[in-house]
Every structure is written in structure tokens, then in C-alpha cells.
């Protein structure tokens, strides 16, 4: 079985930053990709940011230049600093990791719980 437990939302005022963290724990063999997506009431579930297991990142142009994804491998960990925060940047974060639990399992999506983050005008 595989957890994925985030931690680091909250309140926070516009301009302000906040850290979430994401650890991934349970059977797991490999993992790929991980990330973090967000969701605000009545709106779709959409990608913040991406890191692959070297390292290469993606973000979504409206968190350009303000949020920094960054893992650490040895802890099954994703970081996402969000720096200069927006209000429309309040949603519930939701942690996200392509792995496999086995050398002959496939690679499948496994999802944490959320974490909310509210930015207040």
C-alpha cells in the first residue's frame, strides 16, 4: 500500500509564501514523476508544477517565476515553495506521483489527500 501525506498549507496574506511538502511512503519500488496540481471550487484539477527523478521541472505559466518545485529522492519527498502568493492562487494542492510498487508493476498515479491553501486580498 502507498501513502502520499502533504503537509505546509494555510492562510497566508497576498505577497506572502508558503512550503508544502509531499512524502511518498509504503511498498514502492520506483517512482517517476511527481507533482502538484490544484483545484479551486467549481474549476477542474490542474497541474502547478512537475519534477522527473533527475530533476527536470515544469510549471504552469501562471506560477512562473514565483513557485519552485524540488524533491528529494532518498525521502520519496516533493517540495513546492510558492513564493509572492496570489489570492487566485487559493485552491486545495494536491500531491501527485507516477510510480510502481513492483519490478513488474505498472507505473500507476497515486494521489495524496490535499492541502489547503487560502490567500487572503
Known amino acids: 500500500q502507498v501513502q502520499l501525506v502533504e503537509s505546509g498549507g494555510g492562510l497566508v496574506q497576498a505577497g506572502g509564501s508558503l512550503r508544502l511538502s509531499c512524502a511518498a511512503s509504503?511498498?514502492?519500488?520506483?517512482?517517476?514523476?511527481m507533482g502538484w496540481y490544484r483545484q479551486a471550487p467549481g474549476n477542474q484539477r490542474d497541474l502547478v508544477a512537475a519534477?522527473?527523478?533527475?530533476?527536470?521541472?515544469n510549471y504552469a505559466d501562471s506560477v512562473k517565476g514565483r513557485f519552485t518545485i524540488s524533491r528529494d529522492n532518498a525521502k520519496n519527498t516533493v517540495y513546492l515553495q510558492m513564493n509572492s502568493l496570489k489570492p487566485e492562487d487559493t485552491a486545495v494542492y494536491y500531491c501527485?506521483?507516477?510510480?510502481?510498487?513492483?519490478?513488474?508493476?505498472?507505473?500507476?498515479?497515486?494521489w495524496g489527500q490535499g492541502t489547503q491553501v487560502t490567500v487572503s486580498s
Open positions: 501527485n506521483a507516477d510510480l510502481r510498487t513492483g519490478w513488474h508493476s505498472p507505473w500507476s498515479d497515486y
Open positions: 509504503g511498498s514502492i519500488f520506483s517512482i517517476n514523476a
Open positions: 519534477i522527473t527523478s533527475r530533476g527536470s521541472a
